[in-house]
């Protein structure tokens, strides 16, 4: 395993770790219910996934 020479700077690590950044994740929406959900995944306010109903929804639907 590679082991340092030398210890790497305060602002040499810092400026090598600006560059880890998260992203927004990306949404779609439901072809059912037309809310908003992550891809490749069962909606969360109608529980289908792919045209078919798997689960209960997990969110309520508040009416009005």
Do not use: E, I
């Not at 210890?7 to 560059?19: D, I």
């Not at 959900?37 to 045209?51: D, E, F, M, R």
């Amino acid at each position: 395993m590679a082991v340092p020479k030398r210890k790497m700077s305060r602002s040499n690590t810092r400026a090598r770790r600006s560059q880890w950044k998260t992203t927004a994740a990306t949404l779609t929406t439901c072809p059912a219910c037309k809310a908003d959900k992550l891809s490749h995944t069962a909606c969360p306010t109608c529980g289908t996934y792919k045209g078919r109903q798997y689960a209960q929804a997990v969110k309520p639907v508040f009416a009005g």
